[in-house]
């Protein structure tokens, strides 16, 4: 039975940089904290972020997604290493630690980059489950994070095209995670009204 409650649930959110160069302090990592703002203004939960900057090692991100999801991440957010270059291998670390795979979520993500550049068709992102946590492998650039994450709007603003962040709530629903609630004028997380906890008036 949903809980009735005015206190949107805590959740552990991990956040993974992967650059061999920002990790090897050659230049400045930008992904961490574009990843945490826009979470920030995102969501109303409260949010403790486990952050790892780390190198474009294949068994370094498998651990470090393992490590995460063990403690008690519900969502885990990459940035990085999802190109077609030799050193990016960001997804192949991530579906070895997969239980399931979500392709809907790369999918949408290339549409919404392709509407900026044709090579979007590059970006090779994933999204899988692993247990009860949704691990999601972003863009690499700040402004692409956040437009992949809620999407593009109208002059107006209402949604022109939806971001992935929308479908996040409802999936972490589904595989028992914490209810995440939304700032809509940031993202609308989407539900079926069934799924919709109800509030104190």
Same mark, same amino acid.
Request: proline share 8%.
């Given at each position: 039975?949903?809980?009735?409650?005015?206190?949107?649930?805590?959740?552990?959110?991990?956040?993974?940089?992967?650059?061999?160069?920002?990790?090897?302090?050659?230049?400045?990592?930008?992904?961490?904290?574009?990843?945490?703002?826009?979470?920030?203004?995102?969501?109303?939960?409260?949010?403790?972020?486990?952050?790892?900057?780390?190198?474009?090692? %294949?068994?370094?991100?498998?651990?470090?997604?393992?490590?995460? =999801?063990?403690? &008690?991440? *519900? @969502?885990?957010?990459?940035?990085? #290493?999802?190109?077609?270059?030799?050193?990016?291998?960001?997804?192949?670390?991530?579906?070895?630690?997969?239980?399931?795979?979500?392709?809907?979520?790369?999918?949408?993500?290339?549409?919404?980059?392709?509407?900026? %550049?044709?090579t979007a068709i590059l970006s090779r992102?994933?999204? =899988?489950?692993? &247990?009860? *946590? @949704?691990?999601?492998?972003?863009? #690499?650039?700040?402004?692409?994070?956040?437009?992949?994450?809620?999407?593009?709007?109208?002059p107006d603003g209402t949604q022109k095209?939806?971001?992935?962040?929308?479908?996040?709530?409802?999936?972490?629903?589904?595989?028992?995670?914490?209810?995440?609630?939304?700032?809509?004028?940031?993202?609308?997380?989407?539900?079926?009204?069934s799924a919709i906890r109800p509030h104190?008036?």
């Amino acid at each position: 039975m949903p809980q009735e409650t005015q206190t949107p649930d805590p959740v552990r959110i991990g956040v993974v940089s992967i650059s061999d160069r920002a990790s090897s302090g050659v230049y400045q990592d930008q992904g961490l904290p574009a990843l945490k703002d826009w979470l920030t203004r995102a969501l109303k939960n409260p949010i403790t972020f486990d952050a790892r900057l780390i190198p474009d090692e %294949v068994d370094t991100i498998s651990a470090t997604l393992v490590e995460l =999801v063990d403690a &008690g991440c *519900s @969502l885990v957010l990459t940035t990085g #290493g999802t190109g077609p270059a030799l050193r990016d291998v960001t997804p192949e670390a991530t579906m070895a630690v997969a239980h399931k795979v979500m392709p809907g979520f790369g999918e949408q993500m290339r549409q919404i980059s392709l509407t900026f %550049v044709p090579t979007a068709i590059l970006s090779r992102q994933v999204a =899988v489950i692993r &247990g009860q *946590s @949704l691990i999601i492998n972003l863009p #690499g650039q700040p402004k692409a994070i956040a437009e992949t994450l809620e999407g593009l709007k109208n002059p107006d603003g209402t949604q022109k095209v939806n971001g992935i962040f929308a479908a996040v709530p409802y999936c972490i629903d589904l595989i028992g995670g914490p209810y995440l609630e939304t700032h809509d004028e940031v993202c609308k997380g989407f539900r079926p009204k069934s799924a919709i906890r109800p509030h104190k008036g």
